[in-house]
């Protein structure tokens, strides 16, 4: 399916063509639409206002779900089965609800898609697998990810630093006690990640790596329409603090076990995930490659 950009109206329609971008403000939003049809989630709010990224409750569900399990089944397992475990069924609700909005629990959407394909090849991973697509689904955690990066390894991040970041940048959509919980929830998603360490005193750490890590990180800045060597300069690369040798070396390993396919010779990069996107899916993509980011 191809688009058209309506700069008038502000949306966008079917028709043909690539999006007729009049300004830097039209090339972020005809961006954003591509991409949310790929899975992504944009704007002000996300779960991590409520929930960390619920890592534990995530591989209860997919240990009690078979990997082609449609959106109503997770919606069974959570809300009628009570695989999580939950006291009541409006905790349930709320969990499905949460759990829907990071990861989509959707077959249809290509990024859970990929975490499903994923996902069981190896436990050790799980976590930056999760964290990866949080930070595709919620802008919110999206929006610590410099913070994090920045701060030193070995030195503490407490949690009054992580409150004034997110008072400094969100202040007028939370209020003190909402900046704690927020905060409480950020550092848990980045401890449970591996790039925080501690339970009250948080450490800023290396997180493990891992082949299906790189190859879930490397397939989000494919479906930004990178190819070649700029996939390995994307931002979602730099949460596995990796030299580009060394990114390259876990790119490779991530082939090895057919979990994409990666060629470098000549200093030329060549990278693809055969089966990971259907025929609809590869076009909106490359509508994405023409839209320059702004």
Known sequence: ??????????????????????????????????????????????????????????????????PQASRA?????????????KPTRKSRELAFRHMATLYALDPGNPIFRALRHLWLFNEAAQPMLALAVALARDPLLRGTQAFVLEQPVGVAVPRNLIENFLGASCSE????????????????????????????RKIRALPPPHPESIAMLLFLGFLEGRT???????????????????????????????????????????????????????????????????
Request: glycine share 10%; proline share 2%.
């Open 1 to 66: 399916m191809r688009y058209k950009y309506s700069s008038s109206s502000k949306e966008l329609r079917e028709g043909s063509g690539l999006p007729k971008i009049k300004s830097k403000y039209c090339v972020i939003e005809v961006r954003q639409a591509f991409l949310i049809q790929l899975g992504f989630r944009f704007g002000i709010n996300g779960p991590h206002a409520a929930r960390t990224m619920m890592l534990d409750d995530l591989r209860l569900l997919l240990a009690n779900t078979r």
């Open 73 to 85: 089944d997770y919606s069974a397992a959570i809300v009628d089965n009570n695989v999580l475990g």
């Open 173 to 200: 959509r939370f209020s003190s006690a909402s900046l704690k919980s927020f905060a409480q929830n950020v550092a848990g998603t980045w401890t449970a990640a591996g790039l925080l360490q501690g339970r009250g």
């Open 228 to 294: 070649g060597q700029r996939l390995f300069s994307s931002e979602w690369l730099n949460v596995l603090c990796l030299a580009l040798d060394e990114l390259e070396s876990l790119a490779s390993a991530a082939a090895h076990r057919g979990l994409l396919v990666f060629m470098n010779a000549g200093g030329v990069k060549e990278l693809r995930f055969p089966g990971y996107l259907t025929s609809e899916e590869e076009l909106i993509r490359q509508q994405v490659s023409h839209v320059i980011k702004g």
